[in-house]
């Protein structure tokens, strides 16, 4: 049996909103019906306003938010490219992996997983990279790394940035920061179930287009000519429906609110989760200062065991709480406030649970 009313404050999927849900009711199109298509240019124009950025390519890759990152790499890095890439948590990593699949050499920034990687580290790491790449904000630790300054002393590089937990939950400004290739998701604070990857690519970035990427199906210089309607909106495959409608709608719902009043709904729930999760014994784990609002990472109190705790959360109070990945399993849980999630009704229930939890350790 499914249950329906989980609460999801992990670092997976958000709760939908509920007019998300609605969409996927909907008639289904065909992919080249020009009422599916003016759908497909609104969804885009959605995603400039929510991405704030004029790039022309700015579109949802049919995938999740792997696709986006393999999307990334692959089309704008040849075999041999020097990359630098920021890593402190699993999706750092995991970027390493894919751009040396590319053929990249990649020269990696560490830094200790909880805290957020220095932007200069990243500039000055390799004097002429092809690529500086880093995620925003780190879904592993619950971490922002910073942007701004990266756009500024990027050079002659591109700028590539995972924005899978940040795109409508904290600022994001593509143009602004002078970012080249950016890659979201839509299962976290879009509030849209899992399946598509939206992304973003400068007209600077497409100037350097990899003539025959390392993959068919993410090949941009196929994509890019059906979804900006600037060639034939010939075939290229079967664009998912469905879950097109389903973003359109939550696009519609963070736009609705106000891209600022989204930012700031995800905030407050931060704030109030940062402020009362010490007091229970949860120790803030992430960085101060470069705490995201949207995925906190708390330590364990001792005591408490993991398993067992989280266990009890989802079956008494039907709410989910993420566990730690790779060196901090065990260690720390990872708390989401995403999208539909990310309100304060939820807050108050969770700080409401673990009360109940750790009562015995007080
Ligand atoms: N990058 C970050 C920061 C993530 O949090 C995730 C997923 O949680 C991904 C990339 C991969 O996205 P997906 O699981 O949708 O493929």
Redesign the pocket.
Known sequence: MIHSDRILMG??PSNPYPEVMEAFARPVLGHLDPEFISLLDETNDRLREVWQTKNALTFPIS???????ETSFVNFISPGDEVVVGVNG??GN?MCDVASRAGAVVTKVEEDWGRAIDPERLLTAHPNPKMIAV?H????TGVRNDIHDLGAGKGDALLLV?C??SLGGIPVLIDEWAVDIAYS?T??CLGVP?GL?PVTVSDRAMERLVETPQSWYLDLNMIKDYVTGDGARAYHHTAPISMLYALHAGLGVVINEGLQQAWERHQSCGDELHRCLPELGFDLWAQEGHRLPELTTVSIPDGLDDVEGRQHLLNRYGIEVGGGLGPVAGKVWRIGCMGHTAQMRNVKMLLGALEELTAHLR
């Open positions: 670092p997976g995938a999740t938010g792997s696709a986006g990152m699993v999706f995991r995620v904000a780190e879904t592993s995972d899978v937990t998701g299962q976290k899992p990857s």
